[in-house]
């Protein structure tokens, strides 16, 4: 089991700030790390999968940095809306197993 | 089809009773999991199948037993669970660790 922290575990922004948050894992035997979406009442959304230092992934407003050999990544949303408002869970990936050990999650509420 | 349909939504039993939480897709993923969330923490993994096997079990009492009737079903058989099992269960399934976890809307669990 990977030791994955979240920060910070809530977060209460106005709509059109733009806000990110961070994700820190193990930085050994390092293969993926996953970005999901979790909206009260709904499934779990994959956002990202990213495997390379560096790497740099976006989706509409929302965007993903990856440091493999500190061991962190941030998620950057840019003028949060309402419906934004969501958990956004991080899930490393180690050895490339069939096995994702999630963070505690950053619990983002975008106020109209 | 490119979702996971996880049934019954809700369920509540007994502690003598047994019942079996089912999980069902079909976009030929070879990978299958169930994660058990409880409220405010992350998803913990239980179960992993791949190709059908069981790949992974992380040391989840006997009590929960998982079985794999082909490659688009994945069924988690409960008996004799305890108050403290009560959560959210989610079934998710890909089809390679570099792509994301399709999960399902999950089944909320409570034991009396």
Excluded at chain 2, 89 to 102: F, K, R
């Amino acid at each position: 089991i990977l030791n994955v922290e979240q920060s910070p575990q809530s977060l209460h922004v106005q709509e059109g700030d733009s806000t990110n948050f961070t994700c820190s894992f193990p930085s050994s035997n390092f293969y993926a790390l996953h970005w999901y979406r979790w909206e009260t009442a709904k499934s779990p959304e994959a956002l990202f999968v990213m495997t390379l230092n560096g790497d740099e992934k976006k989706k509409g407003r929302i965007s993903a940095t990856l440091n493999t050999k500190e061991g962190y990544s941030y998620l950057y949303i840019k003028g949060s809306q309402p419906e934004d408002s969501a958990t956004y869970l991080c899930a490393p990936n180690n050895n490339a197993g069939n096995m994702l050990t999630f963070g505690g999650g950053t619990r983002l509420m975008v106020k109209p | 089809d490119t979702e996971v349909t996880q049934t019954p939504k809700h369920l509540v039993m007994g502690m003598t009773n047994k019942k079996s939480l089912k999980c069902e897709q079909h976009m030929g993923h070879r990978a299958m999991y169930w994660y058990k969330q409880k409220a405010k923490k992350p998803p913990e993994l239980m179960f992993v199948y791949s190709y059908e096997k069981l790949s992974i079990n992380e040391s989840v009492p006997s009590r929960f037993s998982p079985e794999c009737p082909n490659s688009s079903l994945l069924n988690l058989h409960l008996h004799a669970l305890q108050p403290e099992d009560s959560a959210l269960y989610l079934c998710a399934s890909s089809q390679d660790p570099d792509y994301g976890y399709t999960f399902g809307s999950g089944t909320r669990l409570t034991v009396v």
